[in-house]
């Protein structure tokens, strides 16, 4: 039988990805000076503050703990919450099962400690284990600071995610626990099987990742499932209809206020909503996928930054998601990759080195973008062309420099590693 601590582990393995510096939101070293928790609703609401908050309810009847962080800070986050209050811990609720929320869980779970959460988690475990080697791939591109690492675990196999919830609920759940009420309702969003806990006797609710400091991710560069844009839109009209005084995200600071709070979700969720309307307008008028990425823009009163998530990977995430890969060209139904069409083409070129000089002259014209895909083709046929690899280091200097999205700089930063080591 799998032990809750190893469980716990491939979890992180599959779900690190999301666990990244939200540039408007708080880096991963978030919380490190914090020497005391603070304090909400009349003291009893405790935080933990970290890259993901850790959150400790007390009542009458024990606690409950919302999230719990990564690892590394849960240590941290347990100390200054158990300095609060020692009771015991009745139930810990996940908002959702990215590691960067459940990585505490066996440091809060007591003999008596049931923990929550919604139905879809069991699948969605299922899913991040089976590929659990591909996803270490892809989280070497953000976290590692070497040369990512090609996939090599086998597939566990389809249904290996580890059981780490002790209640599941389809659609809706209360618990009481002492003087408190605590409602938990389904609001799928970052993830199928996220959910928002309701207190009514303190009117505040936890977003988990429906809401944070930057445009959401609906379309994550590691790889994920379809989220769905209106399946946001309806989760967080769920909460906007409890008239709540108070949002705690699991990442980001809380907003206070009943007004500050109807503002902020209602801006989230409008952003949202006129991204997926303007795709799927463009879409039906027949304009093509990188068309639309390139023109659609929030407007001012909409902008809520793109420090984590980013609006033209959200345009292509959601076409995608309606009309999957095939784009319309004949071309693409084939099995041959974009790598071998460039190498074709560069061939005509007389190879890598035209090809390099133009995209110098680009990084020149600040073009780094176009620069840095005609590399591509230049190394698809040479793959230690000097050349080539200096315009491509260029460019990816260059879209580095202006970046301030924490997914880009990851993958750029693993780009330029891969230059780096190809030029050795």
């Known amino acids: 039988m799998r032990t809750l601590a190893a469980a716990l582990a491939l979890m992180l393995v599959a779900g690190a990805a999301h666990a990244q510096p939200l540039t408007n939101v708080q880096p991963t070293s978030a919380g490190a000076d914090q020497t005391e928790a603070l304090h909400f609703a009349n003291g009893r609401i405790h935080q933990a503050i970290g890259f993901g908050n850790t959150y400790m309810v007390t009542t009458k009847g024990g606690n409950v703990i919302v999230d719990t962080s990564m690892p590394g800070p849960a240590a941290r986050h347990h100390r200054l919450l158990t300095a609060v209050s020692d009771a015991p811990v009745r139930y810990i609720i996940l908002t959702h099962a990215h590691g960067d929320h459940a990585g505490g869980v066996p440091l809060w779970k007591g003999p008596a400690t049931k923990v929550v ?65 605590f409602r938990l309702m389904a609001t799928p969003g970052e993830t199928p099987d996220h959910l928002t806990v309701w207190i009514p006797e303190l009117k505040a609710a936890f977003v988990g990742d429906n809401f944070y400091g ?69 879409m039906n008028e027949g304009q093509d996928v990188f068309t639309l990425m390139k023109t659609i823009k929030l407007p001012p009163e909409l902008d809520v930054g793109e ?60 073009q780094h973008a176009l620069a840095l895909r005609l590399t591509s083709a230049a190394l698809a046929v040479e793959p230690a062309n000097p050349a080539a690899l200096a315009a491509r280091r260029d460019a990816l200097k260059a879209l580095l420099a202006r970046s301030g999205n924490s997914n880009e700089s990851g993958w750029l930063n693993a780009a330029l590693r891969e230059v780096e080591a190809a030029g050795k």
């Open 117 to 181: 959460a919604q139905a879809h988690q069991t699948e969605f475990l299922d899913y991040q284990t089976r590929l659990a080697g591909f996803f270490a791939y892809r989280n070497a591109a953000q976290y590692d600071n070497t040369v990512r690492r090609r996939p090599g675990a086998a597939s566990p196999g389809n249904h290996a995610g580890p059981k780490v919830a002790d209640i599941l609920f389809e659609k809706e759940t209360t618990l009481k626990v002492g003087d408190l009420t």
């Open 214 to 282: 930057s445009f959401p991710n609906l379309y994550t560069l590691r790889g994920t499932e379809q989220r769905k844009a209106l399946e946001y839109v309806d989760s967080l009209n769920k909460v906007l209809a409890l008239n709540p005084e108070a949002i705690f995200p699991s990442h980001g600071e809380p907003v206070v206020g009943a007004e500050k709070v109807r503002a902020a979700l209602t801006r989230y969720r409008d952003a949202i909503l006129y991204v997926h309307d303007a795709t799927v307008r463009g």
């Open 307 to 366: 420090g984590y998530g980013q609006v033209a990977w959200s345009v292509r995430g959601i076409y995608e998601g309606y009309a999957g890969w095939f784009d319309g060209d004949p071309a693409t139904m084939y099995a041959v990759s974009p790598a071998e069409a460039q190498a074709e083409l560069a061939r005509l070129t007389a190879g890598a080195g035209p090809i390099a000089a133009r995209a110098a002259e680009l990084n020149a014209q600040g």
